[in-house]
T-cell receptor, first 110, second 114 residues
Framework: GQQVMQIPQYQHVQEGEDFTTYCNSS?????IQWYKQRPGGHPVFLIQ?????EVKKQKRLTFQFGEAKKNSSLHITATQTTDVGTYFC??????????FGQGTELSVKP | NAGVMQNPRHLVRRRGQEARLRCSPV?????VYWYRQLPEEGLKFMVY????????ESGMPKERFSAEFPKEGPSILRIQQVVRGDSAAYFC????????????FGSGTQLSVL
């Protein structure tokens, strides 16, 4: 079945350093979404990408959707302690089901 | 506006008992999804329902697990004869009528099986 792989599983950075997480799907996606889950919390929607090659920015966060619509990335510039949490990508296949990656847990040392 | 409401927040059951997890979606949302999360793991899709219909239950074990989303009332995820391996956080999410919309998650139910 369809798989969505996300790397790395963990990332520890010093405050101010950049951070990137990558997401790859075994099949072409109709769209991809990104969510953030704070420790002890629930996933919260960040953004959705639909078009091939699309790039979207939210302040220090940059999201990309690959040309083949099979991969995506989230890049955070100059991390802050408030960025701590687990970032999930979620790919929607042609049938409409949303499949989540395993997530990347980000810790930021002040 | 109330978000997705899940209850109970914590549920403790002994092996062999039944667990019933409730989820009230955002008002006006007719799509409900259930996900299961183990510590330090991702969200594993279980089932996708619309009002009175199961659309996709491919992620749900065939035995002991069932889900419903009646015309009136909350969505229910039911686990019969629980085993220790059922211990996990169960998240419910809802979305509006249109497919492709973002999911709104509830706070989850932490199920502990003794």
């Amino acid at each position: 079945g369809q798989q969505v792989m996300q790397i790395p599983q963990y990332q520890h950075v010093q405050e101010g350093e950049d951070f990137t997480t990558y997401c790859n799907s075994s099949t072409t996606l109709s769209n991809i979404q990104w969510y953030k889950q704070r420790p002890g919390g629930h996933p919260v929607f960040l953004i959705q990408l639909v078009k091939s090659g699309e790039v979207k920015k939210q302040k220090r966060l940059t999201f990309q959707f690959g040309e083949a619509k099979k991969n995506s990335s989230l890049h955070i510039t100059a991390t802050q302690t408030t960025d701590v949490g687990t970032y999930f990508c979620a790919g929607r296949n042609q049938g409409g089901k949303l499949i989540f990656g395993q997530g990347t847990e980000l810790s930021v040392k002040p | 506006n109330a978000g997705v409401m899940q209850n109970p927040r914590h549920l403790v059951r002994r092996r062999g008992q039944e667990a019933r997890l409730r989820c009230s979606p955002v008002k006006g949302h007719s799509h409900v999804y259930w996900y299961r999360q183990l510590p330090e793991e991702g969200l594993k899709f279980m089932v996708y329902l619309q009002k009175e219909n199961i659309i996709d239950e491919s992620g749900m074990p065939k035995e002991r697990f069932s889900a419903e989303f009646p015309k009136e009332g909350p969505s229910i995820l039911r686990i019969q004869q629980v085993v220790r391996g059922d211990s996990a956080a169960y998240f419910c999410a809802s979305s509006p009528d249109l497919e492709g919309e973002k999911l709104f998650f509830g706070s989850g139910t932490q199920l502990s099986v003794l």
